[in-house]
């Protein structure tokens, strides 16, 4: 059984910024893809900043330039450090990990960026 945990969401104003980090633990020999994803209000989730098992990275083309995704293999890590935040990045992020073909999900951390 794998396990995510996230953390570092809160309340910041426009222009500002947040770190997101998230661990996971459990039954892990190694991860594969790790990513986060965004949950607006009334809206379906969607993807956010990933990266890849080699450190290859991708992102929304909303955050480029934005947003940094990073991970730490020794300790399963994976954060995603949001800069310039504004209110449509309001939201429910969430931890997203492959391990062996099986994705997990973590519970949600809140960010609100108020105006």
């Known amino acids: 059984q794998v396990q995510l945990v996230e953390s570092g969401g809160g309340l910041v104003q426009a222009g500002g910024s947040l770190r997101l980090s998230c661990a996971a633990s459990?039954?892990?020999?190694?991860?594969?893809?790790m990513g986060w994803y965004h949950q607006a209000p009334g809206k379906q989730r969607e993807l956010v900043a990933f990266?890849?098992?080699?450190?290859?990275?991708n992102y929304a083309d909303s955050v480029k330039g934005r947003f940094t995704i990073s991970r730490d293999n020794r300790k399963n890590t994976v954060d995603l450090q949001m800069n310039s935040l504004k209110p449509d990045d309001t939201g429910v992020y969430y931890c997203?990990?492959?391990?062996?073909?099986?994705?997990?999900w973590g519970q949600g951390t809140q960010v609100t960026v108020s105006s």
């Open positions: 459990g039954s892990i020999f190694s991860i594969d893809a």
């Open positions: 997203n990990i492959e391990v062996r073909y099986t994705r997990y």
């Open positions: 990266i890849s098992s080699g450190g290859s990275t």
